[in-house]
């Protein structure tokens, strides 16, 4: 077997060279050939061996860089979502989270939603991250806290304390929350901390 080191990039000939070489290994007649990884499946005919060991695609994650699973037509298998806990009406100036790192530009209602780095949502998000409230996108605005983030609401149908915000998933791809927050998607899925409740849902 062999573990491809570069597969998520296509552009770079390193899992091709790595295929050649261990298909020039000699070994006994019948010894199975363990190569393809997720990216190895989807991208490369010569990573495709006697076993495979699909990951990330099993998420519904595309494996590639710079790529959404929509590309691959993979369908996400989680979906991360809190609840609002609270839409507050702000003044021009008002600073929101610690640090005050975002000021109110003008009169504006802020949601507060019950997620935190605390349950996984990565705490280095920026201003601007996406929360998908009601079908509607709504940017992250100041610090991750530990138990929730704020958005701000403008522009949109303010939702009402209980409906449930998607952090990513269904209708918001867990690569682009990934992106913004300078991290790769495996971190994001694999992070999410014991408190969150798990629902499993047989499809």
Known sequence: MTHLANADDLADPTTERQCRCLRSIPVPAGTPLNIGNSAGLLGYESARGDWVRPGIMLYGVSPFLRETAVERRLCPVMTLHAPVLAVNQCS?????????????????????????????????????????????????????????????????AAPKPGDEAVLWGEGLPVEEIAEAAGTIAYELLTGVTGRVTREHINL
């Not at 109110?104 to 998908?132: F, K, N, Q």
């Open 92 to 156: 021009q100036g008002d600073r929101i989270g610690y640090g005050g790192t975002f000021q109110c530009p003008e009169d504006m209602p802020i949601g507060v939603i019950g997620i935190g780095y605390g349950d996984g949502y990565p705490r280095h998000a920026p201003s601007g991250t996406p929360v998908l409230l009601n079908g509607q996108r709504a940017p992250l605005v100041g610090r991750v806290s530990m138990d929730s983030i704020t958005v701000d609401l403008r522009g949109m």
